[in-house]
Structure formats: C-alpha cells, structure tokens
Nanobody, 124 residues
C-alpha cells in the first residue's frame, strides 16, 4: 500500500519559517519525481516545487523566488520543503506528490500518488 504522509505544517507569523516533511512508503522513492503542491481555499491546486529522481534537478514556481527549497533523501524515503520568509499568501494546504517519470511536471494530473496534505497558515 502506497502512503505519502505530510507533517510540519502549522501557524506562523509572516516572515517566519516552516519545514514540511513527507514520509513515503510502498514505493521505491528513487523511481519517482517528487513535488509539493498547494491549494488555498477557493483556489486551484498549484505547483510549488519539484525534484527529479536523483535530486540533481529542481524546478520551482515563480512565486517561490528563492524562499523555498525542496530536498529528498531516497535512503530515508523522505521529501522535505524548507519554507522561509513566509507570506500570508502562502497560506494553503500543502501536499506531497509522486510521479513515476523522469522529469518534473507542474501538472497535477501527471502525478500518481499524493498525501492528505498539511495546513500552513501565515498570519500578517
């Protein structure tokens, strides 16, 4: 059974930091592109950051602007998202997603597995 379980969300003031973590099981993580998506209330789910199988290629959405960093540890089956300089507009449910492919896709429908998400709330 494939499981992706996110943790690390919470309430933080603007300018603060959070580190999200995604623990995976049931899949060989090294065979999957991994990404973080987010969805704010009333908005479409959007791509945040993605990392290829080996961790050598990273793709970020423009709004990240150097504030977030995605990491993966294939040996530990984890994918993290370090978020710094958080803004109120970063408030959303963040989910970890896995795609059995070689290149990072920003399209949600390309991903095969995803977790339940973790809520990030940034107060002004």
């Amino acid at each position: 059974q494939v499981q992706l379980v996110e943790s690390g969300g919470g309430l933080v003031q603007a300018g603060g930091s959070l580190r999200l973590s995604c623990a995976t099981s049931g899949i060989p993580l090294s065979n999957y592109v991994m990404a973080w998506f987010r969805q704010a209330p009333g908005k479409d789910r959007e791509f945040v950051a993605g990392i290829n199988r080996g961790g050598h290629s990273i793709y970020n959405s423009a709004f990240v602007n150097g504030r977030f960093t995605i990491y993966r540890d294939n040996a530990r089956n984890t994918v993290d998202l370090q978020m710094n300089s958080l803004k109120p507009e970063d408030t959303a449910a963040y989910s970890c997603e896995a795609d059995n492919d070689y290149q990072v896709s920003t399209i949600r429908e390309d991903y095969d597995y995803w977790g339940q998400g973790t809520q990030v709330t940034v107060s002004s």
